[in-house]
């Protein structure tokens, strides 16, 4: 049962414009978000978070949004650049010491020059 | 610097052969874990060490001890390799109460 939801496996996005990744979760107990991203034969970097106490945090040209009454959250990527094609994980974890971390399926970005 | 680092980065191996895969975090990090991405790529949760202590162990055949010799060294070593143990498996790092992990670039393994 997949708890972390990224439906999307790809998206195709043209430099400059704006990327909209999405992920849903079923766990009521997330109450701390994070997108990774993935570059091939490199592990997962972490690029940005949110806690449940907000619905927006924003980092340069990254901004993730959380909608917690529909269990959804966000990554906008603006604008989007050819050195952002990678894969991006959402990540997510219950309030917890030790951090587990529930990771979704990934979405694959390509941004076209 | 390399913040988390895995050896080998590639291993091809038998059924039924053991091995090791070693992972280093020079960030002062007292948590470390061990993720493995399968074929259908889900990043799953195998282990996690606190201070040298085993405090996550997921569903895991036992084949598969993690040992952690110090707080910046965390080992995987698995017995008797089977097909279905190809994977990349993962080595991350976290400060205890920290929610962001960081990732070693992982480890190929093919099991032939």
């Known amino acids: 049962d997949q708890q972390v939801k990224q439906n999307s496996p790809s998206l195709s996005v043209q430099e400059g414009r704006i990327s909209i990744l999405n992920c849903d979760y079923t766990n009521s107990m997330f109450d701390y978000f994070l997108w990774y991203k993935k570059y091939p034969a490199e592990g997962p970097t972490f690029l940005i978070s949110i806690s449940s106490i907000k619905d927006k945090n924003e980092d340069g040209r990254f901004t993730v949004f959380l909608n917690k009454s529909a269990k959804h959250l966000s990554l906008h990527i603006v604008p989007s650049q050819p050195g952002d094609s990678a894969v991006y994980f959402c990540?997510?974890?219950?309030?917890?010491?030790?951090?587990?971390?529930?990771f979704g399926k990934g979405t694959m970005l390509l941004v076209s020059p | 610097d390399t913040a988390v680092s895995q050896t080998p980065k590639y291993l091809v191996t038998q059924m039924g052969n053991d091995k090791s895969i070693k992972c280093e975090q020079n960030l002062g990090h007292d948590t470390m874990y061990w993720y493995k991405q399968d074929s259908k790529k889900f990043l799953k949760i195998m282990f996690s060490y606190n201070n040298k202590e085993l405090i996550i162990n997921e569903t895991v055949p036992n084949r598969f001890s993690p040992k952690s010799p110090d707080k910046a060294h965390l080992n995987l070593h698995i017995n008797s390799l089977e097909l279905g143990d190809s994977a990349v498996y993962f080595c991350?790092?976290?400060?205890?109460?920290?929610?962001?992990?960081?990732f070693g670039p992982g480890t190929r393994l093919t099991v032939t």
């Open positions: 991350a790092s976290s400060q205890v109460r920290g929610h962001e992990q960081y």
């Open positions: 990540a997510a974890s219950p309030h917890s010491g030790y951090s587990t971390l529930t």
